[in-house]
């Protein structure tokens, strides 16, 4: 499937960010350092942090067949929302 559009967040401190990341490693994806790409069940993400601007950028490049890219889209958005929500 195609990739779709970078989401942006903005506001994310470096301790959120941390915190969001602790999240993903537990779920089998991780997110090491503040930019890359990580595969998992064929879902490909990558993400962009900037610990000066406080803006993080993920982008889901790759699914397979059978999962939405909104689908994969929500689930980030959750996360993040939800991490947020914790600091």
Not at 6 to 23: D, H, M, R, Y
Not at 62 to 79: C, E, M, S
Request: hydrophobic share 40%.
């Amino acid at each position: 499937m195609a990739e779709c559009a970078p989401q942006v967040f903005s506001g994310i401190v470096p301790e959120q960010f941390a915190k969001l990341t602790a999240k993903a490693k537990a779920a089998g994806i991780d997110l090491n350092g503040n930019s890359g790409s990580a595969t998992k069940f064929g879902v490909k993400v990558a993400w962009t942090y900037s610990p000066d601007s406080h803006q993080l950028v993920l982008q889901c490049l790759h699914t397979p067949f059978f999962v939405r890219g909104d689908d994969v889209n929500a689930k980030l958005q959750d996360l993040v929302k939800q991490s947020l929500s914790e600091a």
